[in-house]
T-cell receptor
């Protein structure tokens, strides 16, 4: 069974640019959640996708957007990058969208914005 | 809205000693509570979760946590620390209509030989 994978592992961008991060769910999982983890802090919920529809969103501006594909893989897009967007971006998949569902995390993509 | 507070950003114990990592929650609805562990340069791994069944929850690697509604706490314990337990530990809560899982700031556990 393949776990959650994310690409790329590291990325460097400059302020104002756009970035796309990718996540492949664990086999059989139809729900993907994205988190931002700034250095020295806990992860913060960005949004969740369930069967290709957004299913909850945290306190992030609209320049953070996402997609989920029919195979349940997912993308996180960030437009107009700011310095404060530098963080580890974590993707987590789960069997379903219920609160009791265990979320399985990928290793993350570390984004540095210069 | 729900939230968790982890008391102590850094805890240091000797190998073989009791591990106690503190977490208090705030939630207007019955919460689901989780403890995750994060090793350097890795994602988060679930240790255990409380989903309103038994109040004492046993997890992986010998960890357990007790849900105490009267104290709004969900502290993580392990009777005997091992060197491999050194990592960052996060408490998290989810509840209500949103799927917003709220994490604490984390507690870094150091295990001394």
């Amino acid at each position: 069974e393949t776990g959650v994978t994310q690409s790329p592992t590291h990325l460097i961008k400059t302020r104002g640019q756009q970035v796309t991060l990718r996540c492949s769910s664990q086999s059989g999982h139809n729900t993907v959640s994205w988190y931002q983890q700034a250095l020295g802090q806990g992860p913060q919920f960005i949004f969740q996708y369930y069967r290709e529809e957004e299913n909850g969103r945290g306190n992030f501006p609209p320049r953070f957007s996402g997609l989920q594909f029919p195979n349940y893989s997912s993308e996180l897009n960030v437009n107009a990058l700011e310095l404060d967007d530098s963080a580890l971006y974590l993707c987590a998949s789960s069997l379903a969208s219920g609160h009791q569902e265990t979320q399985y995390f990928g290793p993350g993509t570390r984004l540095l914005v210069l | 809205a729900q939230s968790v507070t982890q008391l102590g950003s850094h805890v240091s114990v000797s190998e073989g000693a009791l591990v106690l990592l503190r977490c208090n929650y705030s939630s207007s609805v019955p919460p689901y509570l989780f403890w995750y562990v994060q090793y350097p340069n890795q994602g988060l791994q679930l240790l255990l979760k409380y989903t309103s069944a038994a109040t004492l929850v046993k997890g992986i690697n010998g960890f357990e946590a007790e849900f105490k509604k009267s104290e709004t706490s969900f502290h993580l314990t392990k009777p005997s620390a091992h060197m491999s337990d050194a990592a960052e530990y996060f408490c998290a809560v989810i509840g209500g209509n949103n799927n917003d899982m709220r994490f604490g700031a984390g507690t870094r556990l150091t295990v001394k030989p």
